[in-house]
């Protein structure tokens, strides 16, 4: 009896969860052609604006959101609790940048639904090099030197 009432809760999420929105939409809140590097001026922001499902107001659910960064030099993946996401741009050439939002039942571990977003392309491109170290110099001049005894 104690396994069949969270069974039909899941069940009844997955039912309810078929019957809400089955898409997410990821949209850039910057440009999508960025200066590539490695400071805090060289990055995406990008976050998803579709509406959840009802059932996630519920305090027994929680969402998480795994985001992707692919590029042929490598990728990145970040598993959060944020609909907004920071994706540094390291390198020249495109990225492919997508979200899957996953809802889980809490104490259990596995998503009783997954949704995959839209992709979206940011293109990291090579600057001047005054431009590339601006952000550098401000950086740096914030930095404390470690002094060990």
Same mark, same amino acid.
């Given at each position: 009896?104690?396994?069949?009432? /969270?069974?039909?809760?899941?069940?009844?999420?997955?039912?309810?969860?078929?019957?809400?929105?089955?898409?997410?939409?990821?949209?850039?809140?910057?440009?999508?052609?960025?200066?590539?590097?490695?400071?805090?001026?060289?990055?995406?922001?990008?976050?998803?604006?579709?509406?959840?499902?009802?059932?996630?107001?519920?305090?027994?659910?929680?969402?998480?959101?795994?985001?992707?960064?692919?590029?042929?030099?490598?990728?990145?993946?970040?598993?959060?609790?944020? /609909?907004?996401?920071?994706?540094?741009?390291?390198?020249?050439?495109?990225?492919?940048?997508?979200?899957?939002?996953?809802?889980?039942?809490?104490?259990?571990?596995?998503?009783?639904?997954?949704?995959?977003?839209?992709?979206?392309?940011?293109?990291?491109?090579?600057?001047?090099?005054?431009?590339?170290?601006?952000?550098?110099?401000?950086?740096?001049?914030?930095?404390?030197?470690?002094?060990?005894?």
């Amino acid at each position: 009896m104690t396994k069949l009432i /969270p069974t039909l809760m899941l069940l009844l999420f997955t039912v309810i969860g078929y019957a809400q929105s089955e898409s997410v939409e990821i949209v850039p809140l910057s440009e999508t052609e960025i200066c590539r590097g490695y400071t805090s001026k060289n990055i995406a922001r990008v976050q998803m604006i579709s509406d959840l499902p009802n059932y996630v107001n519920d305090p027994q659910i929680f969402v998480t959101y795994t985001w992707r960064a692919e590029h042929p030099n490598g990728n990145k993946m970040w598993n959060t609790s944020s /609909p907004l996401r920071v994706i540094p741009i390291p390198w020249t050439g495109e990225y492919t940048v997508e979200c899957t939002v996953e809802f889980v039942v809490l104490g259990n571990s596995n998503p009783f639904k997954t949704i995959k977003s839209n992709t979206l392309k940011v293109n990291g491109k090579t600057c001047e090099a005054s431009k590339l170290n601006e952000a550098g110099k401000l950086e740096n001049s914030k930095v404390q030197p470690i002094i060990k005894n």
